[in-house]
């Protein structure tokens, strides 16, 4: 199939789309070592963001055709890995999420559980769902850091959570779900702008946070409707 130039331009500006989530991680990084996790939550934020719009115009221009050598999916789970998995680890080890002296071993659980996560040929199944926990640290960090739950508590989580990777259940992936699509979506949607406004509007906003809950709520019992259907 012959591929016109404009087209392989727009393959290539997808990926450098997606590349630029990398840049937010790097910047959130920087954020947190410079004491400001407010702007280190901002800029996950952002990432999500580019995360969860480059997979419809990768579709939309086909990258795979379209950039032939080049591996889309791969770069992906790089920036992922990096803005899931380590920034929210590198912010366990700076911020009082655990007591000090769990911090290192919290973070080396994060970076590790996610290794083995993103490393599963299976990791996201034919029927469009994640196979165990899908490593979305960047916001159980962010929540356990504003809730102020006690160090204990999020050591608790963090365990828990870390352990649910290698448990297959089947976890929902909202932009391929076949059922329910578009409603989680939209949800989807609202809470992520709910997520902006709380980090913005620090420390004023703890009850919509508590009430920004209802989504992971949903999310945990569609996932589980969804995978028994």
């Not at 809730?147 to 608790?156: R, S």
């Not at 945990?220 to 259907?229: D, H």
Request: charged letters at 10%; a positive charge.
């Amino acid at each position: 199939m012959d591929i016109s130039a404009s087209r392989r331009a727009a393959a290539w500006a997808v990926h450098l789309f997606t590349a630029t989530g990398a840049v937010c991680g790097l910047l959130a990084l920087g954020a947190v070592a410079d004491g400001r996790p407010r702007i280190a939550f901002a800029w996950m934020i952002t990432a999500v963001v580019i995360d969860a719009l480059d997979g419809y115009l990768a579709r939309a221009v086909n990258v795979a055709a379209a950039t032939r050598g080049y591996d889309g999916q791969l770069l992906d789970n790089i920036v992922d890995y990096l803005n899931y998995a380590v920034v929210p680890a590198f912010l366990v080890l700076r911020l009082d999420v655990v007591s000090p002296g769990a911090r290192t071993a919290a973070a080396v659980a994060i970076v590790l559980s996610s290794a083995y996560q993103f490393g599963q040929a299976d990791a996201k199944t034919a029927d469009h769902f994640f196979r165990g926990f899908p490593s979305y640290w960047n916001v159980a960090v962010l929540y356990l850091h504003y809730l102020a739950l006690g160090t204990t508590v999020n050591l608790v989580v963090i365990t828990c959570l870390a352990v649910g990777t290698f448990v297959p259940a089947k976890w929902a992936y909202p932009t391929r779900m076949t059922r329910l699509r578009r409603l989680t979506l939209s949800l989807a949607l609202a809470w992520g702008a709910g997520l902006g406004y709380v980090v913005w509007s620090q420390p004023t906003a703890v009850g919509a946070l508590w009430a920004s809950l209802g989504f992971v709520a949903y999310y945990v019992g569609v996932s589980i409707y969804l995978s028994r259907a």
